[in-house]
């Protein structure tokens, strides 16, 4: 399943200014690839012109969140970052550059999901991070 524009808003409950996806494709019923092209208007850009490490989180925290709302049979659930572990950061990403970020749910515990998300631009890995998600 490819969504993009308008159509990832059904997976998501973010909006414009937070929106951190643009494009989703979910791989299986535990990983999907999505993408993000960071623009000037983007909540997370700082004076220099870069994403500010935390939007790299929200975005892999939001890429996790599509594919918990394709897998769902109604509106797209609400969650919380409860734990940020392991997170790595090669660089921030510039504004005009594409991100795409694989992520992988591992462990499920009732509503608690162990989360894994890899960001690149091209083949350069960007950033890299462990996420323990509250979803309801």
């Known amino acids: ?9 059904r ?3 973010q909006r414009y200014p937070f929106m951190m ?11 999907a690839v999505t993408g993000l092209t960071i623009r000037q208007d983007n909540y997370f850009i700082t004076y220099d012109g870069c994403m500010a490490e935390t ?9 996790c969140s599509a594919l918990a709302g394709a897998k769902s049979d109604s509106e ?3 969650g919380m970052i409860v734990e ?3 997170f790595l950061c090669q660089r921030r990403p510039q504004v005009g550059e594409h991100l795409e970020t694989t992520v992988v749910f591992g462990f499920s515990f009732g509503q608690m ?3 894994h998300g890899v960001t690149t631009i091209g083949a350069e890995k960007i950033a890299e991070v ?7």
């Open 1 to 9: 399943m490819r969504i993009s524009g308008e159509d990832i808003k």
């Open 11 to 13: 997976l998501i409950p």
């Open 113 to 115: 999901t162990l989360a």
């Open 84 to 86: 940020v572990k392991n």
């Open 21 to 31: 996806v643009d494009e989703f494709e979910q791989r299986d019923d535990s990983s």
């Open 55 to 63: 939007g790299l989180i929200e975005h892999i925290a939001q890429s």
């Open 76 to 78: 797209a659930p609400i």
């Open 130 to 136: 462990d996420l323990k998600i509250f979803v309801q």
